[in-house]
């Protein structure tokens, strides 16, 4: 049975893929990447170029998720959009978390994390948060490695 096809342009728009051979868009249908931009501001808001905490939800979209790091990479009007950061290492399981659709690259350490572990960012996952809703924040990343990750999510999500 096929699904609703309400369902899958939501689906469409919310992952940015669509059915097909490997899900995603072909390359003159893709949609246009987010505003990128790099300006963190120790003012106690968040900005672009800083990691921050908030509620994420888990993929399975089934209401649960957890308070996590985040990159803010941007804005889309008043709401800020980021990648989740994870202290889990996936380099281990790279091969598996590609096949699942989630790609990661590691960011190092830095104070967002109180532990000094070393983390990783979510190259995949696009998150709109509303910047109400973020509860601190933790570090700017220094610019080196926000172009270094906004580069790769790009080539990841093909924006």
Known sequence: MAAPRGLVRTVARLTGRVAG???????????????VDYRPRADGRPDPGEV????????????????????????????????LLSSQDHD????????????????????WDARGR??????????????????????????ARFDRVVAAARRVQGW
């Open 21 to 35: 051979a490997l899900g995603r868009r072909p390359a003159a249908a893709r949609r246009a990447g987010p505003d």
């Open 52 to 83: 921050v905490w908030t509620w994420v939800p888990f993929d399975e979209g089934d209401g649960r998720g957890k308070d996590r790091p985040v990159l803010v990479i941007g804005r889309r009007g008043d709401e800020l959009l980021g990648l």
């Open 92 to 111: 281990r399981d790279a091969a598996d978390e590609a096949r699942h659709g989630r790609h990661w690259t590691d960011i190092g350490t830095g104070p």
């Open 118 to 143: 070393p983390s990783e960012v979510r190259l995949d996952r696009l998150l709109v948060l509303d910047p109400a809703r973020v509860r601190r924040e933790g570090a700017a990343l220094d610019r």
